[in-house]
């Protein structure tokens, strides 16, 4: 089983790698990219989210941490095309420090108050960043754009976000068959309980912490690369952080594939109703979406199916 | 710095704080009884504003009578909100994170319906006292931002008043505090959670309205509305009235004066810094004691 799964999705990747060489249009390139981008977000956001049921509603800060340090390293260096693809590295792990220091004290809050507190340092973070000249303040920093034609440095971009899409993955698998998953999971189901039975809870949370930023700090600097322009109001927008949990979330948190069903179908829907509807009535549709889903799958997708199935 | 400039924005301070409080005080209700993170809350108070606009641009009816009728509209469209999308995720596994899920997709909804009706550009409340001005010494109150605040004072002890004074009340309390043992005594929960949900849609109206009067307002607004909503609530303890009316006033107060005295673009950075410390270091709110 596990072999023809593990298979399975060898010849899934291969394809999706297989892609560009097709020569589509752009526009494909472009979707698939965002894709690939919300699939890594809410599957890092998972780690703490999911397993250990923190719900962290400012998780866009890290993706655009990670976007201001990459754009901001390829300034200060002068760096090739090559060399600032391997800057959001770093940059990830700026948003992974950040994540260190603002996670031990907030990880002490539990429940709603984690997610407010989240929500608020996402919004300190933005402000913080409008307001300093040396991160280009309120105009956002324009980058240099890579120095080939437009489809192979979109399919260039495509290849490494799909890869990076990979490795999370990987480790959103590992984690999952962890003894971190498991403690992570013990947290979820009730803090004091493992607490008691010796998980060191506190510095298990702050690794899952790190790595769930992680990530999502080199999906924006990838993000900032695409663009070559970034302002924070387009990488702290707090409906990317909103975007984030309801994707885990409606997929089905705490497991491996709920998110990424979760960002699949929530990002092939949006972007089919915004190109087929009026703006507007695509938003109702797109509201009216989420109630039916919590209504008749409270516990997300892959717990409905999985009932469905067992019996 | 000016005396006279500080008083004048420490009493706006006041003002937009206790309007905050009507705003924030039903959202904290259905969190503290119900366990609902209710996000379409603002967009509600928002609806409210809008209807009150129109009623008195159609129809010159001033926001305040037009409230009498809006108010009870709400809440009647809030019972039939409860019944059809609250009621059945109640039984859900985690009832705050599938209540905030659904109810974001509410807030959208309704975001978008009031860009359709009324189109995306800010409206001003303009009653026609909306030029007038009370000027006591050197300090200068406009009529439409006293009414707004009278609004919201009748509002917090109103409901303040229902929570201590009548049955319904106390049971909403009953259920706060004890949920089973409330249901042992007669209480049915399911009524009681409709009752506190139509009662906090339609103080959001009335909130909405009177912020309205105090400062423009849009489809989107409802978005930092709802921040506030959260910064208040946290700050007052959730489900807690007078919790929630005195952290009104202390945001409003903190909003007021650093408007005052620091650059515009850090207004907001004071405001949400200084939460996020505050939940750090006291995470259940100011004041202890619950509804």
Redo the contacts between chains.
């Keep these: 089983m596990e072999k023809y799964r593990l298979t399975a999705m060898a010849i899934l990747i291969a394809m999706l790698a297989a892609f560009p060489f097709l020569e589509p249009q752009v526009y494909y390139l472009s979707f698939m990219f965002s894709v690939f981008m919300y699939v890594i977000l809410a599957s890092s956001w998972n780690f703490i989210g999911g397993y250990a049921g923190y719900?962290s509603f400012g998780h866009a800060a890290f993706f655009g941490i990670g976007a201001f340090a990459t754009a901001k390293i390829a300034a200060v260096f002068d760096l090739s095309p090559v060399l600032t693809i391997l800057a959001t590295i770093p940059a990830g792990a700026i948003a992974a420090l950040v994540a260190l220091i603002i996670g031990y004290?907030?990880l002490?809050?539990?429940?709603?108050?984690f997610a407010?507190?989240t929500?608020?340092?996402a919004?300190?973070v933005d402000?913080?960043v409008?307001?300093i000249e040396f991160l280009g303040g309120a105009e956002g920093i324009w980058m240099k754009i890579m120095d080939v034609p437009e489809k192979l440095s979109r399919s260039i971009m495509y290849e490494v976000m799909l890869l990076l899409m990979v490795v999370t993955l990987g480790v959103a698998w590992w984690l999952g068959r962890s003894r971190l998953g498991a403690g992570l999971r013990a947290i979820r189901s009730d803090e004091e309980v493992a607490e008691t039975m010796g998980i060191p809870t506190a510095k298990i949370k702050i690794q899952a912490f790190i790595l769930s930023a992680f990530f999502p700090g080199i999906a924006g600097g990838l993000f900032a690369y695409y663009l070559t322009y970034i302002h924070a109001d387009v990488v702290f927008n707090?409906s990317i952080s909103?975007l984030i949990v309801?994707m885990a979330?409606?997929g089905g948190?705490g497991t491996w594939l709920g998110p990424i069903i979760g960002a699949v179908i929530l990002t092939v829907v949006n972007e089919g109703l915004s190109t087929f509807a009026q703006a507007?009535?695509a938003?109702?549709i797109?509201?009216?979406?989420?109630?039916v889903?919590?209504?008749f799958m409270?516990?997300g997708i892959i717990d409905f199916f999985r009932k469905k199935g067992g019996g | 710095m000016d005396a006279v400039l500080l008083t004048q924005s420490l009493i706006s301070g006041i003002m937009m704080g206790m309007v905050y409080a009507l705003l924030s005080v039903g959202f904290s209700l259905t969190?503290g009884v119900m366990h609902v993170?209710h996000i379409s809350h603002a967009a509600f108070g928002l609806l409210g504003a809008y209807v009150a606009y129109s009623l008195l641009e159609y129809f010159g009816v001033d926001p305040i009578v037009s409230a009498a009728v809006s108010v009870p509209l709400l809440f009647l469209l809030a019972c039939g909100v409860y019944q059809l999308?609250i009621k059945?995720?109640t039984?859900?596994?985690?009832v705050?994170?599938?209540s905030m899920?659904?109810t974001?997709?509410?807030?959208?909804?309704l975001?978008?319906?009031m860009?359709?009706i009324w189109k995306a550009d800010p409206r001003i409340m303009t009653p026609t006292y909306s030029s007038g001005a009370l000027i006591v010494g050197p300090l200068y109150f406009q009529y439409p931002h006293l009414v707004g605040f009278g609004l919201s004072i009748v509002g917090i002890t109103a409901i303040y008043l229902f929570l201590q004074k009548t049955y319904t009340g106390m049971a909403v309390r009953a259920a706060w505090q004890q949920p089973e043992a409330a249901q042992l005594y007669g209480v049915n929960l399911y009524r009681i959670s409709m009752i506190t949900f139509a009662l906090a849609v339609s103080t959001a109206g009335a909130g909405g309205i009177s912020l309205a009067l105090l400062n423009s307002f849009e489809p989107h607004s409802h978005?930092l509305w709802l921040?506030y909503l959260?910064l208040v609530v946290?700050v007052g303890g959730?489900g807690n009235v007078v919790g929630t009316a005195l952290a009104g006033l202390i945001i409003g107060v903190i909003t007021g004066l650093s408007m005052a005295l620091l650059p515009f673009?850090?207004v907001?950075?004071v405001t949400?810094?200084l939460?996020?410390v505050f939940?750090?270091f006291r995470?259940?709110g100011l004041f202890k004691q619950g509804v």
């Design positions: 719900l004290p907030c002490k809050i539990r429940g709603p108050y407010v507190v929500l608020c340092f919004f300190v402000l913080a409008k307001n707090i909103i309801l979330m409606f948190g507007e009535i938003r109702i797109y509201g009216a979406l989420f109630i889903v919590t209504i409270p516990n | 969190w993170i999308l059945p995720i039984k859900a596994k985690e705050i994170v599938a899920i659904l974001f997709g509410l807030a959208i909804i975001e978008n319906v860009v359709l978005n921040i959260f946290i959730v673009q850090w907001n950075l949400f810094g939460l996020m939940l750090i995470p259940h």
